[in-house]
């Protein structure tokens, strides 16, 4: 069965950091781009960081500079490390596996396999 | 590249046809994903490159559109289908941003 496992979410004051993971099991997950997306209680889906077969990061500017992408294909694990993290950070975070299909008009993206997410908390 | 769905929220009854929009802020040409989400739940993907249907997911459901005006539909509502559903644009890959979600209810 192919699975996203999160783990490592929990409750740091502002300021600090925080290390996800994500386990990957029942596909080749070195053959994968992966992202992190994360969404606030109650409200919408944002994306997070994303990171290439060959561990090239990608992060919007909310978050650039302080959190960092990174996997480990030997364990098939995908990370995000968040440092300098802030109540607005607060959310669920979820890993997502990135399909594609090439057709003649080019090669379509989508996220075709979620985890259940781990949540983030940022309060004093 | 910003996406806007409307309407925000939607109410409707088992077996209607209801329609979803999503337009981008700039022409994304067919680099367009929906998905369906449960309260508690990961997202699912329902419609990849604006119009083809993920293996598995019912023909109710269809997607059109290129690119800045998009639709999602769904032609004769079930009881499992009551969710939020979002847009997601891939135009700027990896750059990649959802609109802000359409939640559907029960009327």
């Known amino acids: 069965e192919v699975q996203l496992v999160e783990s490592g979410g929990g409750l740091v004051q502002p300021g600090g950091s925080l290390r996800l993971s994500c386990a990957a099991s029942g596909f080749t997950f070195s053959s994968y781009d992966m992202h992190w997306v994360r969404q606030a209680t109650g409200k919408g889906l944002e994306w997070v960081s994303a990171i290439g077969t060959a561990g090239d990061p990608y992060y919007p500017g909310s978050v650039k500079g302080r959190f960092t992408i990174s996997r480990e294909n030997a364990k098939n694990s995908l990370y995000l490390q968040m440092n300098s993290l802030r109540a607005g950070d607060t959310a669920v975070y979820y890993c997502a596996r990135e399909g594609y299909v090439d057709t003649a008009m080019g090669r379509y993206y989508y996220m075709d396999v979620w985890g259940k997410g781990t949540t983030v908390t940022v309060s004093s | 590249i910003q996406l806007t769905q409307s309407p925000s929220s939607l109410s409707a009854s088992v077996g209607d046809r209801v329609t979803i929009t999503c337009r981008a802020s700039q022409g994304i040409s067919s680099y367009l994903a929906w998905y369906q989400q449960k309260p508690g739940k990961a997202p699912k993907l329902l419609i990849y490159a604006a119009s083809t249907l993920q293996s598995g997911v019912p023909s109710r459901f269809s997607g059109s559109g290129s690119g800045t005006d998009f639709t999602l539909t769904i032609s004769s509502l079930q009881p499992e289908d009551f969710a939020t559903y979002y847009c997601?644009?891939?135009?700027?890959?990896?750059?990649?941003?959802f609109g802000q979600g359409t939640r559907l209810e029960i009327k």
């Open positions: 997601q644009q891939l135009n700027s890959y990896p750059s990649i941003t």
